[in-house]
Structure formats: C-alpha cells, structure tokens
C-alpha cells in the first residue's frame, strides 16, 4: 500500500469505516511508514482531546461522508496541497460542523423541553 492510497483515507479508518481487510492493509502501512505513522498518531491525539472536550457531539454519518466527498473533489483539484493535509483538514470540518449541529440541536431540545414543562393554563 502506497502512501498517496493511505493519506485521503486516513480518517476513515480512524472512524473504523474501512473493511477488516482494508484495515489490516492501513495498520500495516501505518506501522512501517516514517510519515503516515506520526501523523494518524496526531489525528488519534486530536480526536481523543475533542472526544473529551465534547463526548455528546457527532455529526450524522451522511453529514460526515458529504463533507468528505466535498473535500475529496478540492484534493483532486489541488493534488499538491491535498498530499500534504486531507486527513487533518477533512477531520476537523467534520468535527466542526459536529460541535455546531450539535449545539443547534441541544438548543432545539431544551427549547422544547421549556415548553413542555410550562403551565397550559
Ligand atoms: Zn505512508
């Protein structure tokens, strides 16, 4: 497996989205690789840090693979400054549009639950 199959992908893999036998593919290139090695470690640290910061907020799964195909179609345009950050650039979209459709529907709920709970006469 070569690195430019690994880079737009690394994400997914982090999501465990991948087939077992793709995944044991990307483990084992990760592992062997000076450059994919340090950077899926990286993307490990800065999605753990978020998953604490903000454990309720995921964006749904269609969201989060729009997103990743929109992102695709700007690497394919800029194959040179895609090389360089598309696991990073596609994670952090997607965990920013998370926080903010996750904020949005907390909002949404507690609004409701107010509502609920005042008196009807
Ligand atoms: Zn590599």
Do not use: K
């Amino acid at each position: 497996m070569q690195c430019e199959e690994v880079r737009p992908r690394l994400d997914a893999y982090l999501d465990g989205e991948l087939a077992e036998a793709e995944s044991t593919l990307f483990r084992g290139h990760l592992e062997s690789c000076p450059d994919c090695g340090p950077e899926i470690a990286a993307l490990e640290r800065l999605r753990d840090g978020i998953r604490r910061a903000a454990p309720d907020y995921r964006a749904p799964a269609e969201l989060r693979s729009r997103i990743r195909f929109a992102l695709r179609r700007e690497t394919a345009a800029n194959p040179s400054w895609g090389l360089r950050a598309p696991g990073w650039l596609a994670y952090a979209a997607s965990l920013l549009l998370a926080v903010a459709v996750g904020s949005g529907g907390t909002r949404l709920i507690t609004n409701e639950s107010q509502e609920n709970t005042m008196p009807t006469r």
